[in-house]
């Protein structure tokens, strides 16, 4: 239900393969937002939750996840042309370009139809990330009136359908009845990060765990929101309180992972990387982010290793070009 939601400088024989493009002394009129919405080819909202990739100069710039109604989005990036990328199993691959100019619009509105790829009946169909906050609405309707679960519903059924004014309204219809309805909160946040608006969806998700503390997700999208926002070492407390919740959470020890990549702890982010490959190895965000981990650190050799892994696992992704770039590259300068 909660959307989910880097580049570094690296060393001898090294390509820019990172995972946040270093943005320190941009001015705040210089950044802008990539907002997007997820369609697939008949109209229908996407079946499950997809991870949608952000890519610029050469670089992996983030990742995130769309939500249930195929909404995600990239805040605070500088002035650059970009691709929105999405390679999930099952689907045509998407690269669609996107230049960010905040001086002309602040808000580079994505739209993207899916299409399904011809798949063979036989093999089983990947695994992928559940969400463990799905709202249960019989434990709801022990704690608030019928009115206020059926103005949510009518609320969700609304953002289906597109009509996202209708859905505000109708989540404060059912906060004005019940202020501590958190999973209205919670949608009225995932509707501000939609819009950039990064600082109302922030004190949205921090109320969301105000009321239900034990809601792994919350703290995921809280991280995400100030992984974004550079403040990586509440970040990291944050993500690590909903891991604490929620230990199988693939998405949850990837985010750490690149909390603690970013904070030079490369011992510890290779363990939330490698936990996080494990419980879903369809993440090739997780192979790529290893490798750039150990390129940072001086391990070209795991690093080649780690970029053919890549190359078996995932042969059809985006960035296939760039990681056989890199090992050749890397193989030229290691070279006598």
């Known amino acids: 239900m909660l959307s989910r939601g880097h580049a570094v400088s690296l060393g001898k024989g090294v390509v820019l393969l990172g995972l946040l493009f270093a943005c320190g002394g941009a001015r ?24 949608v990739t952000l890519e610029g100069r050469g670089a992996i710039i983030n990742t995130t996840y769309c939500d249930n109604e195929g ?19 099952g689907y045509e691959p998407v690269r669609q370009q996107v230049v960010v100019v905040p001086t002309i619009s602040q808000t580079n509105m994505v739209h993207i ?12 169909s990947p695994g992928s990330l559940t969400n463990p906050d799905v709202v249960d609405v019989s434990e709801l309707a022990k704690k608030f009136p019928a009115s206020v679960i059926k ?13 996202m004014t209708a859905a505000v309204r109708l989540y404060e ?3 004005r009845e019940a202020p501590d309805f958190y ?27 105000e009321l239900n503390q034990n809601g792994a997700q919350a703290y995921f999208n809280l991280g995400n929101v100030l ?15 909903g891991l604490r919740l929620s230990p199988s959470n693939a998405l949850g020890h990837y985010l750490n992972g690149s909390v603690l990549t970013r904070l030079g702890d490369f011992k510890a982010a290779e363990e939330q990387l490698k936990t996080a490959g494990e419980l879903n190895p369809k993440m090739p965000q997780v192979t790529i982010s290893l ?26 992704h985006p960035m296939v070009p760039k990681v056989r770039a890199a090992l050749t590259k890397m193989a030229k300068t290691s070279s006598p």
């Open 28 to 51: 705040g009129q210089d950044l802008g937002n990539i907002v997007g919405q997820i369609r697939m080819q008949n109209g229908s909202l996407p079946p499950q939750q997809i991870m």
């Open 71 to 89: 909404r995600f989005g990239f805040y605070s990036v500088l002035s650059n042309p970009y691709y929105v990328v999405i390679d999930a199993e």
């Open 113 to 124: 139809v899916l299409r399904p790829m011809a798949v063979d009946p036989s093999q089983p």
């Open 151 to 163: 103005a949510f519903e009518a609320g969700k059924k609304a953002e289906q359908r597109g009509e």
């Open 173 to 175: 219809a059912a906060l």
């Open 183 to 209: 999973p209205a909160i919670n949608n009225l946040g995932i509707r501000h990060l939609q819009k950039g608006d990064v600082q109302a969806a922030e004190a949205e998700f921090r109320r969301v765990i």
């Open 227 to 241: 992984f974004m926002t550079n403040r990586n070492g509440e970040a990291k407390q944050t993500l690590e309180a």
């Open 291 to 316: 490798a750039t981990l150990y390129l940072q650190s001086g391990r070209e050799h795991e690093a080649a290793a780690m970029f053919e892994s890549f190359l078996r696992q995932f042969p059809n």
